[in-house]
């Protein structure tokens, strides 16, 4: 027997609802592996990442001094440059590392239920309106940034922010939907249902691409070692600082 309008708007709906739950999920899933991320970054950088921009910065203070015994020399001068641009782009890196607030130490599961909570009311897929799925997007964009952070108050102001503002129930009143016909019903729900579908392809095309990226791979593999029992970045680390002095000598001589 074919469903009448009623069922099909019943089973429409609960897709629906399942349909929400998972692109929240997803949303929290995506944020979470951008803030380790973060944090790893910042981790790496301190144990090992400035020693690299510190001896980018000796490489290039050695080719210049090079380059000046030997001024004829072509080879010299293009190695210098090359060397100076390499040095350059490594100290710009580690400033715009130092410049970044630190993440958060540990992403507790009250900042991952403060964000849930956030979502579940905000995401933009939930409005009625273009103005206000915009509105939604940037509070959206407020709460991921607030979650990178680890800033749990943050995302509870904001969410505090959103239920008192007169603009909230953007989301259709539930007597108002039952004057409009279950016709318009299970087209509307079909077009959320749609642009729920589109979030998930977005977000687990983002979070692919995050995953591909050399610096989630290179996380992936430091705690692999480190739950081996290994300390890859502190042995990294001493290695490092073995050059360094390696270089400071070598540069000594040439000015010398």
Request: aromatic share 4%.
């Amino acid at each position: 027997m074919k469903p009448t309008l009623d069922q099909e708007l019943t089973r429409l709906v609960g897709d629906q609802v399942k349909l929400a739950e998972q692109v929240i999920s997803a949303e929290l899933e995506l944020e979470t592996a951008k803030a380790e991320t973060a944090q790893f970054q910042r981790r790496y950088y301190e144990m090992v990442g400035r020693f690299y921009a510190q001896l980018d910065e000796l490489d290039a203070q050695i080719a210049n001094a090079q380059a000046g015994l030997s001024p004829d020399d072509a080879d010299a001068q293009v190695h210098a440059q090359a060397a100076q641009e390499q040095a350059r782009k490594s100290a710009e890196e580690a400033g715009l590392i130092e410049a970044q607030p630190p993440p958060p130490l540990v992403i507790t599961p009250q900042l991952k239920q403060a964000f849930r909570r956030a979502a579940m009311m905000m995401h933009p897929d939930r409005a009625t309106t273009e103005p206000e799925r915009l509105r939604r997007h940037g509070l959206m964009i407020k709460v991921n940034l607030a979650y990178e952070r680890g800033d749990q108050q943050a995302i509870e102001k904001l969410v505090l922010e959103f239920i008192q503002d007169p603009r909230m129930q953007e989301i259709e009143d539930p007597e108002e939907i039952a004057d409009q016909g279950v016709e318009l019903r299970v087209l509307k729900t079909i077009r959320r249902t749609g642009q729920l579908r589109r979030r998930m392809d977005e977000i687990q095309q983002e979070l692919y691409e995050k995953k591909q990226s050399d610096i989630y791979k290179l996380k992936t593999t430091i705690e692999r070692a480190e739950l081996r029992g290994g300390n890859p970045l502190g042995d990294l680390a001493e290695q490092l600082l073995q050059e360094l002095s390696e270089r400071k000598i070598r540069l000594e001589e040439i000015i010398c």
